[in-house]
Nanobody, 126 residues
Framework: QVQLVESGGGLVQPGGSLRLSCAAS????????IGWFRQAPGKGREGVSC????????YYGDSVKGRFTISRDDARNTVFLQMNTLNPEDTGVYYC???????????????????WGQGTQVTVSS
């Protein structure tokens, strides 16, 4: 059974940085993808970024391109989301999830998600 555990959230000032981690376990092969989603208060869950374990290909949503970087540490079965130049619009609960595909018609959507982590809160405020 796949398990995902997020960590690294917190309170940060605008312009600051955070690095989120998603520790994964329970995979039976290396053919999987991990996506990051976020949910702001009162809004739906948005696909932010995604990485393929097998070939390292990545996806970024338009709102985070150039500011966020996704990476993986295969030895630790962990996926990271480095978030720079944060702004208040980045506030929300961030979830990692296994996904069937990183993008469909140019977007990472909730429909692709399979197993979810519990989420970690990111608050960008002065």
């Amino acid at each position: 059974q796949v398990q995902l555990v997020e960590s690294g959230g917190g309170l940060v000032q605008p312009g600051g940085s955070l690095r989120l981690s998603c520790a994964a376990s329970g995979f039976t092969s290396n053919d999987y993808r991990i996506g990051w989603f976020r949910q702001a208060p009162g809004k739906g869950r948005e696909g932010v970024s995604c990485i393929s374990r097998s070939d390292g290909s990545t996806y970024y949503g338009d709102s985070v391109k150039g500011r966020f970087t996704i990476s993986r540490d295969d030895a630790r079965n962990t996926v990271f989301l480095q978030m720079n130049t944060l702004n208040p619009e980045d506030t929300g609960v961030y979830y990692c999830a296994t996904v069937r595909y990183c993008q469909f018609r140019g977007m990472l959507t909730v429909a692709a998600a399979q197993s979810w982590g519990q989420g970690t809160q990111v608050t960008v405020s002065s």
